[in-house]
C-alpha cells in the first residue's frame, strides 16, 4: 500500500498558508506604523506561492510505502509498525512518533484520518 501526496491537497495548504502570511505581513507592517500595510498582503501571497510552486514537484514526490510491518518513506526512512508509539493527525499530514521518539510527517493526505486507519489496521495485534 502506497501513501501518496495530494495535488489539491497540497494546493489548498498553500492557500491556507498564504492567507495566515498576508494577515501576518499586513500586522506587522500596522505594528510598524507603515503607510503602506497592503504591501504585507503582496509579500505573504508572493512568498507562499513562489515556496509552493519551487518545492512543488519535490514535495509531491514523497511517497510512503507500507510493506512488510515497516512504513518505508523517503530518503529511506524506515519505521517498523512495532515500534509505533503514536499516529496523530496534523493538518493534512499524519504525524508518526515511534517509541524511541523520532516523529515522521506522512505530507499532503488527502483523508489523514484515512491513512491512520490503514497503518493501524496493519499494526501488529496488540499494538494499537
Known sequence: MTFTPDRA???RTHW???????????????ALGNAHV?????GGLAAVALRG??????????????EDGVLAG????????DQVEKIRAIGAAVQIVTKTGDKHLIKFQADPQATIARIEAARPRGQE
Open 9 to 11: 491537497t497540497y494546493i
Open 16 to 30: 491556507i498558508m498564504a492567507a495566515i502570511a498576508m494577515a501576518l505581513g499586513m500586522a506587522i507592517l500596522w
Open 38 to 42: 497592503w504591501t504585507g498582503a503582496i
Open 53 to 66: 510552486w519551487y518545492l512543488m514537484d519535490e514535495e509531491l514526490g514523497h511517497a510512503w510505502r507500507l
Open 74 to 81: 523517503p530518503g529511506e526512512r524506515r519505521v517498523p509498525l
